[in-house]
């Protein structure tokens, strides 16, 4: 929001310059961020009234002007199109100085003298305006400096106010926390009530009292729009970033800004009947101000006559019933509009307005009748006319309530850290507009009508400490028996993880936790996810309840932007419906590891092969991941289907017999419905299970060689190796110490329907050196067990 200082000053005025008021505004909580003049930096410019306007005798496009400063006439060549008799604007004299420290001198133009330049706005620093010179009000006193005639020693200062203080969406709220921080009076404009002249009135009636439980209006006759608003009013109007249009559409915009109230003048003559505040029916639309028409949602608020809808609520009003140039009689509202339930109307249709972005955040209840009073005065002095009784419509059980607010005394130095004065802390309060009552444990406060971020004393406490100052506040010491915390030696840490996958090659990604729900199907069509009430968009309208759906979307983008080879990983929760609740009823929040991968097996180099990424190099790095806690033995993998894996190319996983993950393939009706072109593998797992480790411990070497046997079996190729291996296992006895696939072979010689495994066993005793017997009895049990158990045959 922009304000200006000046106007700011009317209400109150410090001692402080700009800056160091700035930095008060902001050390209050309403960051200050930027500041910046009304106007470049100029000297020697007067207003000035043309005389005479002729045309160039050597130009077509230029004028030959006599002008007058005030202390004489001066010929001036001016090409802007507006130059005319009787326009008065400002003019640069012989001597002065324009931004950019541009000085005027005396020059020719084409062959005639020009002494000085009539100026546009944008030559002056005071808009981007350049397709004319500024034009001044016909009663601008000539030969008067345009700074001191504007006011343009005027800084600007735009203040980022957060959601909670809609009080402050007015020059009257930062006037009132300014006041209270430097213990002066504010002073407000009046607003008298405006005594009617006529009875006119028009009939209210609110059908919607939980959407607008307060609406007000009065009629005003006899006005005209012809007549401009005056200077003071389109001046503030520019330095808060809103254009002059018309009278009675300057004088809402500035109790806007001045009060924080938005208003809205139909124009009475296109009423038809009374006013009725209701929701929109089926099928109903309405054009609006900016030119476009929408079809009205059932759950939106209009304004409307007997005829239909005049206006979105809070929003944007209708351009059949507004004012124009005809316009003689108007009906002017004020109303309240319930913030909870306003809150995204505007931005369903793709608006966003100042009465919207305030109403949306809440607007004082109590102040319609005092804008509408401010409004109607300067309505009547500007253009005229008659103002009939103020009507209103009001449902009081609807309006908010504002039950008090209990502050223990004892409670300030706990959570603020230090002790303050109960005349200090009535002195804030009070300041802010709240009600005071002594109690036996502090106050009771009763919170105005403009404050709706104020509930609990939590609250109380924050408004203590900001206004108090933060940067007044003592610094202590923290002291607390901390007791350090044991770090179980089993337990791998996700940081331990996030380095290995790295230096394995993968990149961490880091996705949203929603969803659009037709990729949440492609992944998990048997779970129901999550619906958001209000997404951010259509694209994120679940919760996930896998981790693969976004790094699928991630390595599509990498592979559209002629990324070769992804590797990526993410950590995080999986929300996956269920009946064990965490956080929330009925939900399970899984913390999970997820891997993908896709492209080339290694980056492109001389000496590399260029080869695609299978199955066994993402298991190969999830082996690696999983030997990281010394805990690789109580995995295992086995053959599974999963919806969107390629049933071929899928396994669980499995720790001491329970599933905690899945790897494979992508579909490939998923590829095609990702419109992916290379083959994609990814990766699942419960991150608690791969967290999980054993203990270090040291084994004794063995002073004694090693011996090495080979074994080549011949089984049918539906036997997996692990199987095969686990009974080897069994079987060989204590000596084995190591097992090792080291060849798979499918081709002559095998019968097709079969395929022959290779093994290298390794033994070795700690105690003494093996003989050939004890190992050759060993290799006996290894190949009488497969060939009773899976009918294994030695490959000769």
């Known amino acids: 929001m922009k304000i200006s200082e000046q106007w700011l000053r009317e209400w109150v005025d410090p001692a402080l310059s700009t800056g160091e008021l700035a930095q008060q505004i902001t050390m209050a909580g309403l960051e200050v961020d930027a500041i910046e003049p009304v106007a470049g930096r100029f000297s020697g410019v007067v207003v000035a009234e043309v005389i005479s306007a002729e045309q160039h005798p050597n130009a077509d496009k230029l004028r030959l002007c006599t002008v007058e400063t005030g202390s004489g006439t001066v010929q001036i060549v001016c090409g802007a199109p507006n130059a005319r008799a009787g326009l008065k604007a400002p003019l640069a004299q012989i001597g002065a100085v324009l931004p950019g420290d541009f000085k005027i001198k005396k020059a020719k133009l084409r062959g005639v003298e020009s002494q000085g330049m009539l100026c546009a706005e944008q030559e002056l620093g005071i808009s981007e305006a350049s397709a004319g010179l500024m034009e001044l009000p016909a009663d601008a006193p000539v030969g ?77 006759r006899g006005v005209d729009i012809s007549r401009p608003s005056p200077l003071w009013l389109q001046e503030k109007l520019r330095r808060c970033g809103l254009r002059s249009i018309d009278a009675v559409v300057d004088v809402t915009n500035y109790v806007l800004l001045e009060l924080g109230q938005p208003m809205h003048a139909f124009d009475l003559d296109k009423l038809q009947g009374g006013i009725i505040v209701r929701t929109a029916q089926a099928g109903e639309s309405l054009a609006l101000l900016d030119g476009q028409t929408v079809e009205l949602q059932a759950d939106t608020l209009v304004i409307a006559d007997h005829e239909g809808p005049l206006a979105m609520a809070g929003i944007m009003g209708g351009e059949a019933s507004s004012v124009g140039a005809g316009t003689r009689n108007l009906f002017l509202e004020s109303a309240f509009f319930s913030p909870d339930l306003l809150a995204g109307k505007a931005r369903g249709y793709g608006l966003h307005t100042d009465s919207s972005h305030r109403f949306e955040r809440g607007v004082d209840f109590e102040l319609q009748a005092v ?96 206004v108090y100052g933060y940067n007044r506040l003592p610094v202590t010491a923290i002291h607390a028996d901390l007791a350090m915390p044991a770090k179980p030696e089993a337990r791998l840490s996700l940081r331990h993880l996030r380095r290995h996958l790295a230096a394995r090659g993968y990149r961490e990604a880091i996705t949203y936790s929603f969803v659009e729900p037709r990729l949440q199907e492609l992944f998990d069509p048997e779970v129901t996810p999550v619906a958001l009430s209000n997404p951010i968009s259509a694209d994120m309208a679940v919760m996930r309840s896998s981790l693969l759906p976004g790094l699928a979307s991630a390595v599509l983008r990498n592979s559209n932007r002629q990324q070769g080879r992804v590797r990526l990983f993410e950590s995080g929760l999986r929300f996956v419906p269920g009946p064990e609740g965490s956080g929330l009823a009925g939900l399970r929040q899984i913390p999970t590891l997820a891997l993908m991968v896709s492209g080339q097996r290694f980056a492109e180099s001389w000496s590399a092969a260029t080869a695609a990424v299978d199955y066994f190099d993402l298991k190969g790095d999830l082996e690696s991941l999983l030997g990281l806690g010394r805990a690789a033995a109580e995995f295992g993998f086995r053959a599974a289907e999963r919806p969107a894996l390629h049933p071929g190319q899928t396994a669980e996983l499995t720790r001491n017999g329970q599933v905690v993950g899945v790897i494979g393939a992508l579909h490939p009706s998923v590829l095609t419905a990702l419109d992916l072109a290379a083959p994609v593998l990814a990766c699942e797992l419960d991150l608690a299970a791969v967290l999980e480790g054993e203990l270090p411990h040291f084994a004794e070497l063995s002073r004694f060689p090693e011996v090495r046997r080979d074994l080549a079996v011949v089984v049918d190729e539906s036997v997996a190796a692990a199987a095969l291996m686990d009974d080897v296992r069994a079987a060989a006895g204590a000596y084995l110490r190591e097992l090792r696939l080291f060849d798979v072979y499918q081709g002559k010689g095998i019968d097709p329907k079969r395929k022959s495994l290779a093994f290298g066993l390794t033994f070795r005793d700690q105690s003494r050196t093996l003989s050939d017997d004890m190992v050759n009895d060993a290799m006996e049990q290894v190949i009488d067990s497969l060939g009773k158990n899976y009918n294994a045959e030695l490959r000769n």
């Open 371 to 466: 804008a509408l009073e401010r409004a109607t005065r300067l309505l009547l002095d500007i253009v005229g006319g008659e103002a009939g009784p103020v009507t209103e419509a009001v449902d009081r059980t609807q309006l908010p309530a504002r039950p008090p607010v209990a502050l223990r005394r004892a409670r300030i130095p706990r959570l603020l850290g230090f002790e303050l004065a109960d005349a200090d802390v009535e002195r804030i309060l009070g300041g802010l507009g709240m009600g005071l009552t002594a109690t036996a444990e502090g106050w009771s406060c009763t919170v105005p009508s403009w404050r709706f971020d104020i509930a609990i004393e939590a609250d109380l406490l924050e408004e203590l400490a900001r």
């Open 144 to 220: 008067t400096d345009l700074r001191e005639y504007l006011g343009l020693d005027d800084c600007l200062i735009e203040i980022g106010l957060t959601p909670n203080r809609a009080d402050c969406l007015g020059i009257a709220g930062i006037a009132r926390e300014v006041g209270l921080l430097n213990e002066l009076p504010v002073t407000p404009v009046a607003c008298e009530p405006v005594p009617a002249s006529i009875d006119d009135s028009l009939p209210l009636r609110i059908d919607a009292p939980e959407r607008c439980p307060r609406y007000m209006g009065r009629v005003l």
